[in-house]
């Protein structure tokens, strides 16, 4: 060591000073981040905590500026450095509701009314048996195609899953449930509904587009002979796990409300969502602005 | 001591001020093989994980009209770290700190970088997934050891960032640890480097490092029970024993159906209970201070029943086995991909491997010298 030159010396010690302040700023970095995080969980979410700490209730409280300085910080070091710290597996509360996505092509641009009216009136401009039965075939759009995820089991009382997890995951980003407080019903949560799936839709437009066009693309290189469907939609497929000792056992649904749907043939305008999004009290998919 | 017995210390040993200098658990140093075991159990977990879910659906989940396509995860990510907003940022500073909020320009925006933001191609994304798999490989046998744990670093951010949605917490695990192999002489032990440099004669005797990867590691295990304990502690499920019937009714993520194996719901509920205990006080349950309890009291003669007296000298290696059987539990009855294998990885530090090669003497020698010896 005293032979190095007085250069090197410097270097290693800076170099050892440098990992020796690494290190405490990652127990800083470790408790700190964690532990403001949990604490804005309680504070904004438990009942109790807030009315306990006025101080910190509010959103823009001094008390809070400096946690909230020193998570931005962490959270961007989080970010370069990949460590990221949200860890809430299962927590704090469980799903009731499960959810799975779905997909359906159309051929129809319009309703199912219209779909039979002009299978129908082929039939009947058509003179003889046999043209009426091809005739309102070639009229008619073909049927709609609905495709469960990969991840729904078929037999939901009998399966064995291994791998998709992935997909799964990504899955997770679209869809979405319906839950029903207890001291409620259905119909009372629908405006709720209605605001949720909103807000879903706004915010993973670019996914759920991305997820349909992927989906149509599976499928049409399965059936070349397809022509690109009029509209497809996302449904989102809903079991409901019964409460404990229900009698008999088994899950409730699948519910299956539509979300969103892709019109393939519709140019949407730029910097909007690219998928429109299901009015559960129209009953109708409205273009988001 | 003989040569093959004498302790060759590997990596830069860090300056701590004084008290932290003084601290032997971080200071000193542990066999390298706790951290060659990290380093083959991460390695060989990445390879299976990119051979099994990343390579076979490269093209779902990566490139051009892919559900990561760029193009998608910049409409759905906040803006990226730019030098305008640092250099708007660094012009601004008096003002800004006279307002007490500094850098807030860049610190609104998000640090997250992949060296592969921009490429489209998927044949580029499929070279560079075969790459980060023989970079994987390099790590599990310890071969260019540094540079292999590099590589896996870069390319595992770069894809984490690329399709960020089909990550769970598993994923997380394995990026920090990524990111501290890189850091570490993780080839220090068990690698095809030490054999080298021991048959070249460069490395003799037993080697060790300094424990400050290890501890970190370690305070980042705490944190993920503890802080995940605290969050389950404010749900209502949890309190209440139910949160374990739902998760093994979740048809999403459960491995069979629960219709097939009802688990009994005192049963589910009991767990339910044991998890949440477990993870709130893991810090307590870890803490060294159990060992020093039960010498207390047996040295006032409480030494009865001796069973007591046992759990309590190991309340930490219990609390430890418990979470290891926790997530051979989870991995049985749900698919949740990689995320019980990282996890572990996060368990092969603190089990005595260099005993395992008969190799008690090093850690007499390491007892035996001081601090002060193994910086000269």
């Given at each position: 060591m005293n032979a190095m030159p007085r250069l090197r010396r410097l270097a290693y010690w800076l170099l050892r000073a440098g990992l020796g302040l690494f290190v405490l700023w990652q127990f800083v970095f470790l408790l700190g981040l964690n532990l403001c995080q949990v604490g804005h969980h309680y504070v904004d979410n438990v009942t109790g905590v807030g009315e306990a700490f006025p101080s910190l209730a509010a959103e823009d409280a001094a008390a809070r500026q400096d946690p909230a300085k020193f998570e931005q910080i962490t959270t961007r070091w989080t970010e370069l450095t990949g460590q990221e710290q949200s860890w809430e597996l299962f927590a704090p509360d469980v799903w009731y509701d499960i959810p799975f996505v779905a997909v359906e092509f159309r051929w129809q641009a319009t309703p199912d009314g219209a779909r039979s009216a002009a299978g129908l009136i082929a039939a009947l401009a058509a003179s003889q048996q046999l043209q009426t039965a091809s005739a309102w075939l070639a009229a008619a759009p073909p049927a709609p195609v609905y495709l469960l995820s990969d991840n729904e089991p078929r037999d939901i009382h009998h399966y064995f899953r291994v791998g998709k997890f992935r997909l799964r995951r990504l899955e997770g980003h679209l869809d979405l449930d319906f839950y029903v407080p207890p001291d409620k019903s259905a119909e009372d949560m629908k405006d709720q509904w209605r605001q949720r799936v909103f807000e879903r839709v706004r915010a993973q437009a670019a996914v759920m587009r991305a997820y349909l066009e992927w989906r149509w693309t599976r499928y049409h290189l399965q059936h070349p002979d397809r022509d690109t469907p009029k509209q497809i939609i996302l449904y989102v497929r809903l079991y409901r796990v019964p409460p404990p000792g229900a009698s008999p056992w088994t899950w409730e649904g699948p519910e299956v409300r539509p979300i969103a749907r892709w019109r393939p043939h519709v140019r949407y305008v730029p910097g909007r969502p690219q998928v429109e999004v299901y009015d559960l009290i129209a009953g109708r998919f409205d273009v988001m602005e | 001591m003989k040569e093959a017995n004498k302790v060759v210390l590997i990596g830069l040993r860090p300056w701590f001020p004084w008290p932290l200098c003084r601290w032997r658990w971080l200071t000193e140093p542990v066999p390298a093989e706790r951290l060659a075991i990290l380093r083959i159990g991460l390695a060989a977990v990445l390879l299976i994980d990119i051979l099994c879910t990343y390579l076979p659906d490269a093209a779902t989940f990566f490139g051009k009209g892919s559900l990561g396509a760029p193009e998608l995860y910049r409409r759905i990510d906040p803006p990226p770290w730019s030098w305008d907003a640092t250099q708007s940022d660094v012009r601004q500073l008096p003002d800004d700190i006279a307002k007490g909020g500094i850098f807030h320009r860049t610190l609104s925006r998000s640090w997250r970088w992949s060296l592969l933001d921009d490429v489209e191609d998927l044949r580029i994304l499929q070279a560079c997934l075969i790459a980060w798999a023989i970079a994987a490989g390099f790590l599990l046998v310890g071969l260019l050891t540094r540079f292999a744990a590099l590589v896996v670093w870069l390319l595992t951010m770069s894809f984490a960032y690329l399709c960020?949605?089909?990550?769970?917490a598993g994923d997380q695990v394995r990026y920090i640890v990524a990111l501290y192999l890189m850091l570490t002489p993780c080839g220090a032990a068990w690698s095809l480097d030490a054999w080298l440099r021991r048959r070249r004669g460069r490395l003799k005797g037993r080697a060790c490092i300094y424990p400050w990867v290890l501890r970190l590691l370690f305070v980042q295990l705490v944190m993920i029970y503890w802080t995940n304990g605290l969050y389950k502690a404010s749900g209502y499920d949890w309190r209440h024993g139910d949160s374990l019937y739902y998760v093994l009714g979740d048809l999403t993520l459960t491995r069979w159906s629960y219709a097939q194996f009802p688990t009994p719901y005192p049963l589910t509920q009991a767990l339910t209970w044991m998890v949440l205990v477990w993870e709130v006080g893991f810090p307590l349950w870890v803490c060294p201070l159990w060992a020093w309890l039960a010498e207390r009291l047996e040295g006032i003669g409480l030494d009865r029943p001796r069973f007591a007296l046992w759990v309590l000298r190991h309340a930490p290696l219990i609390a430890l086995c418990f979470g290891v059987a926790f997530h051979l539990g989870i991995a049985l009855t749900m698919e949740l991909g990689f995320f019980v294998p990282y996890m572990l990885c996060l368990y092969l530090p603190l089990l005595p491997v260099e005993r395992w090669q008969r190799h008690d003497y090093v850690m007499d020698a390491i007892k035996g010298c001081s601090t002060r010896a193994y910086s000269a």
């Amino acid at each position: 060591m005293n032979a190095m030159p007085r250069l090197r010396r410097l270097a290693y010690w800076l170099l050892r000073a440098g990992l020796g302040l690494f290190v405490l700023w990652q127990f800083v970095f470790l408790l700190g981040l964690n532990l403001c995080q949990v604490g804005h969980h309680y504070v904004d979410n438990v009942t109790g905590v807030g009315e306990a700490f006025p101080s910190l209730a509010a959103e823009d409280a001094a008390a809070r500026q400096d946690p909230a300085k020193f998570e931005q910080i962490t959270t961007r070091w989080t970010e370069l450095t990949g460590q990221e710290q949200s860890w809430e597996l299962f927590a704090p509360d469980v799903w009731y509701d499960i959810p799975f996505v779905a997909v359906e092509f159309r051929w129809q641009a319009t309703p199912d009314g219209a779909r039979s009216a002009a299978g129908l009136i082929a039939a009947l401009a058509a003179s003889q048996q046999l043209q009426t039965a091809s005739a309102w075939l070639a009229a008619a759009p073909p049927a709609p195609v609905y495709l469960l995820s990969d991840n729904e089991p078929r037999d939901i009382h009998h399966y064995f899953r291994v791998g998709k997890f992935r997909l799964r995951r990504l899955e997770g980003h679209l869809d979405l449930d319906f839950y029903v407080p207890p001291d409620k019903s259905a119909e009372d949560m629908k405006d709720q509904w209605r605001q949720r799936v909103f807000e879903r839709v706004r915010a993973q437009a670019a996914v759920m587009r991305a997820y349909l066009e992927w989906r149509w693309t599976r499928y049409h290189l399965q059936h070349p002979d397809r022509d690109t469907p009029k509209q497809i939609i996302l449904y989102v497929r809903l079991y409901r796990v019964p409460p404990p000792g229900a009698s008999p056992w088994t899950w409730e649904g699948p519910e299956v409300r539509p979300i969103a749907r892709w019109r393939p043939h519709v140019r949407y305008v730029p910097g909007r969502p690219q998928v429109e999004v299901y009015d559960l009290i129209a009953g109708r998919f409205d273009v988001m602005e | 001591m003989k040569e093959a017995n004498k302790v060759v210390l590997i990596g830069l040993r860090p300056w701590f001020p004084w008290p932290l200098c003084r601290w032997r658990w971080l200071t000193e140093p542990v066999p390298a093989e706790r951290l060659a075991i990290l380093r083959i159990g991460l390695a060989a977990v990445l390879l299976i994980d990119i051979l099994c879910t990343y390579l076979p659906d490269a093209a779902t989940f990566f490139g051009k009209g892919s559900l990561g396509a760029p193009e998608l995860y910049r409409r759905i990510d906040p803006p990226p770290w730019s030098w305008d907003a640092t250099q708007s940022d660094v012009r601004q500073l008096p003002d800004d700190i006279a307002k007490g909020g500094i850098f807030h320009r860049t610190l609104s925006r998000s640090w997250r970088w992949s060296l592969l933001d921009d490429v489209e191609d998927l044949r580029i994304l499929q070279a560079c997934l075969i790459a980060w798999a023989i970079a994987a490989g390099f790590l599990l046998v310890g071969l260019l050891t540094r540079f292999a744990a590099l590589v896996v670093w870069l390319l595992t951010m770069s894809f984490a960032y690329l399709c960020g949605m089909i990550d769970n917490a598993g994923d997380q695990v394995r990026y920090i640890v990524a990111l501290y192999l890189m850091l570490t002489p993780c080839g220090a032990a068990w690698s095809l480097d030490a054999w080298l440099r021991r048959r070249r004669g460069r490395l003799k005797g037993r080697a060790c490092i300094y424990p400050w990867v290890l501890r970190l590691l370690f305070v980042q295990l705490v944190m993920i029970y503890w802080t995940n304990g605290l969050y389950k502690a404010s749900g209502y499920d949890w309190r209440h024993g139910d949160s374990l019937y739902y998760v093994l009714g979740d048809l999403t993520l459960t491995r069979w159906s629960y219709a097939q194996f009802p688990t009994p719901y005192p049963l589910t509920q009991a767990l339910t209970w044991m998890v949440l205990v477990w993870e709130v006080g893991f810090p307590l349950w870890v803490c060294p201070l159990w060992a020093w309890l039960a010498e207390r009291l047996e040295g006032i003669g409480l030494d009865r029943p001796r069973f007591a007296l046992w759990v309590l000298r190991h309340a930490p290696l219990i609390a430890l086995c418990f979470g290891v059987a926790f997530h051979l539990g989870i991995a049985l009855t749900m698919e949740l991909g990689f995320f019980v294998p990282y996890m572990l990885c996060l368990y092969l530090p603190l089990l005595p491997v260099e005993r395992w090669q008969r190799h008690d003497y090093v850690m007499d020698a390491i007892k035996g010298c001081s601090t002060r010896a193994y910086s000269a």
